[in-house]
């Protein structure tokens, strides 16, 4: 997956078992999480160190143990703090379509807004659960299909359990309202971040005035546009320093930046190292 692709649209596992698992430390290109969103859930489980997690607005600081639940199409990233960290993706329909009842439930939970972000404490009983079916997907062994499917659907037990416990209002609020507008932000960062894109442009898309965007987008993902549309940019000069053939003043130019000395210093300040230093380290093709 790219960083540019916010919606993410790969398949996970495959069709009749709609399941993900991903293992993310300091050398993955995509160790630090953009905001983006798809059409399953996400379960992010702390190895080692700290995970700070943008939620619809909500900021959540994971620790050791710790695993979070993020439902379908909830927009989220995080950055991570000497942190390794697993991700499980899945179709929660899928799983639970053997069951007209649990499906229902689930989709008017999702409708109604019952359904939000979750944190698992270490020693709950969604939290055992989710220890489980991590292990179970890292080992693959006989029969973990059908375990698997059977952690999921205590486990989304759990999950709704707890969620309709939780305030609505206090979880969600009005960021949650604003995520449509958000999301066109997005795209649009994704699409246009190797042009010249200004904090005019981006309302234009949102439909709403430059002040009003900055506030609502800050609820959101912690950052103002224009902070953010420069974060993305070095995430993909991170990315392109990895596989791509290219100067470091080629790939500064083509993710958007026309001053190569601007770009050095944004660089240097986010991933604490200069882009040369990144691309020996991230990329061992390019340290021989």
């Known amino acids: 997956m790219r960083y540019s692709d916010f919606q993410e649209k790969s398949n996970r596992g495959t069709f009749g078992f709609p399941i993900q698992l991903y293992y993310v430390d300091h050398t993955h290109p995509q160790y630090e999480m953009p905001l983006h969103w ?30 979070a639940f993020i439902p379908a199409e909830f927009i989220h990233g995080g950055i991570p ?40 404490e270490p020693g709950s009983c969604a939290g055992r659960l989710a220890d489980a079916l991590f292990e179970l997907m890292e080992k693959e062994s006989a029969g973990y299909v059908f375990k698997t499917t059977g952690l999921l659907w205590q486990l989304m037990g759990e999950i709704l359990a707890q969620s309709s416990r939780q305030s609505q209002t206090s979880q969600i ?11 066109r ?26 002040q009003y965007l900055c506030k609502v987008f800050k609820q959101v993902t ?61 990329a061992p093709l390019w340290s021989k």
């Open 173 to 183: 609020g009005g960021a949650s309202r604003q995520s449509a507008r958000i999301k």
């Open 81 to 120: 703090r000497e942190c390794v960290y697993e991700c499980v993706v899945f179709q929660a329909e899928s799983f639970l379509s053997g069951s007209a009842a649990c499906l229902n439930e689930y989709r008017s939970d999702c409708e109604c807004g019952r359904l939000t972000q979750t944190v698992f």
């Open 185 to 210: 932000v997005l795209a649009r960062i994704r699409n246009d971040y190797s042009k010249p894109l200004t904090l005019a442009d981006m309302a234009h898309t949102a439909g709403l005035n430059p």
């Open 38 to 67: 798809h059409m399953e859930c996400e379960l992010i489980l702390i190895l080692k160190g700290e995970f700070l997690l943008h939620v619809n607005g909500r900021a959540l600081r994971l620790s050791k143990g710790q695993c």
């Open 222 to 282: 912690g950052k103002t546009p224009v902070d953010y549309l420069n974060y993305y940019r070095i995430e993909c000069a991170g990315e392109m320093l990895c596989f791509e053939y290219m100067t470091v003043t080629e790939i500064a130019y083509q993710c958007g930046f026309g001053d190569l000395s601007y770009f050095n210093r944004l660089f240097k300040r986010q991933k604490q190292m200069t882009p040369t230093q990144y691309r020996k380290t991230h």
